[in-house]
């Protein structure tokens, strides 16, 4: 994956066909760094090919883990085999932690594993100062001492860990997790309320349940985790991945589709299909497969993101997108992240007619959007201006590419098997 590479596309074309969606992004990094909680290998079924699991590879191969892609044992590619017998350091350096903020999520399964952790604090990212407050705190209510010094989070545990009865602040979904992983082997009962609801929590908690924890309620916001004394490896498929999904069907409502996704439980989607069909989708769903047609004209709504099962942080930029080109007024609320709001530049440069307020975007629905140079500022917005070139006038050529390719397994092939005019080239080649 190059960074110098930009993705190039040229609007007008329909798309249709079916994507096959692949595992989570946002629950794989999870189970690779639960991992290692366990002695043995565990085998992960359905890992996608995206660059965020090759830095997750790396910060497991630093400590001493030994990681082997499917196809060096003859399996397929998206499978990972993690053998964690002979882990030899607790630290995790700035370098991966820099190059990734979801490397924190190694804290609370170094935690369980050693007793102690040394993690490199994570800065903020362009969608936000993202704190980490929750996570400390909550891990220090089950006997965690923190000392935070020159840019690490050294954790100890003198007197062990022990269950506790916690609520947090907010639904957050890396503390939920962090605290589930660091109470799985803690003495006693943790309760946790006001926990995250997210899929990708549930998916944590089978894979833990099927390494010998004993966790209920994942999914509901009160997780309660009986203690045990220790974890054995383990096989687990991830879960599909809810926000991929939903990024194809808003590149399929923009152009009318059909576009089918399968490889994904439909209720993980809860909301985003609301939305869809209140802005004029036909939704088919069955047990692993939505199929989405638009005939009509695209509809105006509101949105406001909130934890799940709320509007998923993830797809607002891909809804702004479709409130973009609907005809009408759409106000777009951001609750979960304070600046995630930068890539409304980014589309206006393409025509959108959007007014931000706070953590408000008032949208106005324009004809028609045109193609221009445009930068990722984050993952999901770069995603979500490929979406917008689909249809602009002319080539639009989006840059700052690796975001994209931290969370989706090649997007471009994907989008090019449904018809569109799309492909990745060298920024120095082109000569728009
Ligand atoms: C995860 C997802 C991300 C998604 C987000 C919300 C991964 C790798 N990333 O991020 O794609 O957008 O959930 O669904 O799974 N916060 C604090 N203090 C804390 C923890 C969080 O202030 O200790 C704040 C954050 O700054 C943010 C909000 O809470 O504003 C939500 O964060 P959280 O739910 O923890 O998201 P992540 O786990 O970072």
């Known amino acids: 994956m190059d960074s110098r590479e930009v993705i190039v596309v040229t609007g007008g074309k329909p798309i249709s066909g079916t994507v096959h969606i692949g595992g989570a992004k946002n629950s794989v990094l999870k189970l690779m760094a639960a991992s290692v909680m366990a002695q043995g290998e565990t085998r992960l079924d359905n890992v996608p090919l995206i660059s965020d699991v090759d830095v997750m590879c790396e910060v ?54 050693f007793g102690r952790a040394c993690v490199a604090m994570p800065g903020g990212c362009q969608i936000g100062s993202r704190g980490l407050d929750m996570h400390i705190s909550s891990l220090e209510a089950l006997g965690v001492q923190f000392d935070m010094s020159h840019g690490y989070i050294n954790a100890t545990t003198p007197n062990g860990l022990i269950g506790a009865e916690i609520i947090l602040d907010f639904q957050s979904v890396g503390a939920t997790e962090n605290l589930m992983m660091a109470s799985v082997c803690a003495k006693g009962t943790t309760a946790i309320h006001n926990a995250a609801c997210e899929p990708e929590i549930v998916d944590l908690a089978e894979f833990l349940n099927s390494m010998g924890a004993q966790i209920e309620g994942a999914g509901t916001p009160n997780v309660i985790i009986h203690g045990v004394s220790e974890l054995h490896s383990t096989t687990h498929k991830t879960v599909g991945d809810r926000i991929e999904a939903g990024t194809f ?72 997108v479709l409130a973009s080109l609907a005809r009408g007024g759409s106000i777009i609320t951001e609750n979960v992240f304070e600046n995630r709001f930068m890539f409304a530049a980014e589309l206006a440069r393409m025509g959108a007619d959007i007014r931000i307020d706070g953590h408000h975007a008032l949208v106005n629905g324009v004809s028609h959007l045109s193609g221009a140079p445009v930068n990722s500022t984050d993952l999901r917005a770069g995603a979500a201006l490929v979406i917008a070139g689909l249809v602009a006038d002319g080539p639009t050529c989006v840059y700052s590419i690796h975001h994209i390719d931290r969370g989706y397994e090649d997007y471009v092939g994907k989008l090019c098997a449904l018809g569109a005019d799309i492909e990745r080239v060298q920024a120095q080649a082109l000569s728009l």
């Open 249 to 320: 069907l808003v590149a399929g409502a923009v152009t009318g589709g059909p576009v089918t996704v399968e490889g994904v439980n439909p209720d993980h989607l809860g909301l985003a299909l609301k939305k869809l069909h209140e802005m004029g989708a036909d939704l088919v769903i069955t047990d692993n497969m939505v199929t989405f047609e638009r005939t009509e004209e695209l509809r105006p709504t509101d949105i406001q993101t909130l934890p799940h099962p709320g509007f998923p942080t993830d797809l607002q930029a891909q809804f702004m």
């Open 60 to 113: 497991l191969e630093t400590i001493g883990a030994k990681v082997e892609r499917g196809e060096q044992r003859g399996e397929g590619r998206h499978t990972l085999f993690i053998e964690t017998s002979d882990l030899t350091s607790y630290r995790t350096p700035y370098e991966l932690v820099a190059k990734m903020r979801a490397s924190i999520s190694i804290l609370g399964p170094l935690i369980t594993r």
